[in-house]
């Protein structure tokens, strides 16, 4: 796949699968080596803490870390009803879908 980005953009861009934060759904944009994505919103950012504090919560009442909590179905869950609050009802998930 050509890249449109010079050798030195590409050098400043990262694959999604290296984020810090693995998350079930990006919480930022990621290039795909056409374009050199745009920062992440304050918006994004919310989305990701409250990600973070909904594995940390649920997970432990599971016995289970973030990490393994977000690898499971009710991480996406939590990921969902983490959208939902940051930017209203776009996805039908509930928090026992989170919670189980």
């Known amino acids: 796949m050509p890249h ?3 050798e030195e953009e590409l050098s400043r861009t990262a694959p999604a699968e290296l984020a810090s934060f693995k998350s ?3 919480t930022q944009i990621v ?3 056409e374009f050199n994505p ?3 919103t304050l918006e994004q950012r919310r989305v990701e803490a ?3 504090e909904l594995a940390d919560g649920l997970g432990k009442r599971h016995g289970m870390g973030r990490r393994q909590f977000l690898a499971s179905s009710a991480g996406m869950a939590a990921a969902f009803l983490a ?3 940051v ?3 776009l996805f039908d998930v509930s928090r026992a879908e ?3």
């Open 87 to 89: 930017f209203g009802p």
């Open 98 to 100: 989170a919670a189980t």
């Open 50 to 52: 409250r990600i973070k």
């Open 24 to 26: 079930p759904i990006p």
């Open 38 to 40: 745009l920062p992440q």
């Open 83 to 85: 959208m939902n609050e």
């Open 4 to 6: 449109y980005l010079s």
């Open 31 to 33: 290039s795909n080596g």
